[in-house]
Every structure is written in structure tokens, then in C-alpha cells.
């Protein structure tokens, strides 16, 4: 199974800052382009990064993002283990 979900989405999850905190580690980073007046995603790549981690503040946010969606899809996520 597939479903095609929107960078949004993604984003809303808290996914894209959980990813780039593990890329961080090797220099890397998913970076999201986005048209500021509209709040829209206009592009998506991968770069190498002197990032390493994420402030006090996002890191924060981030884990809100994260355990948010978890708590709010685990029972689906635990019944599409089973299968």
C-alpha cells in the first residue's frame, strides 16, 4: 500500500525535522523551498549541510509535531503492523 501524502503533511508531522535531525549527523539536510506569501511548497531537494542539530526552540516544537502525530495515528499505525 501507497498513499501519496503532500510535503505539508509531512512537514505538519513533524517528520521533516526528524529526518534532518538524523541527516544532520552525516551533513546532509531535506530542504523545503517555500513561496513565504502563499505558504506553499515550491521545491524540495537534498543538500549538504554545516548544520549539525537544532536549537532549544525547534527541537521543542519538533517533538510536539512528532508525538502529536503519533498519538493521533497509533492505533492505525499498530493495525498496519499486523497485516
Known amino acids: 500500500m501507497v498513499t501519496k501524502k503532500t510535503w505539508d503533511e509531512f512537514r505538519q508531522a513533524g517528520l521533516l525535522w526528524f529526518i534532518n535531525s538524523i541527516l544532520h549527523a552525516f551533513g546532509w539536510a531535506i530542504v523545503v523551498d517555500l513561496d513565504d506569501a502563499a505558504d506553499k511548497v515550491i521545491g524540495v531537494y537534498p ?35 499486523l497485516k
Open 47 to 81: 543538500a549538504r549541510v554545516k548544520f549539525r542539530g537544532f536549537g532549544v526552540h525547534s527541537t521543542t516544537e519538533g517533538f510536539i509535531k512528532l508525538h502529536k502525530y503519533m498519538l493521533d495515528n497509533a492505533e492505525e499505525l499498530y493495525k498496519e503492523s
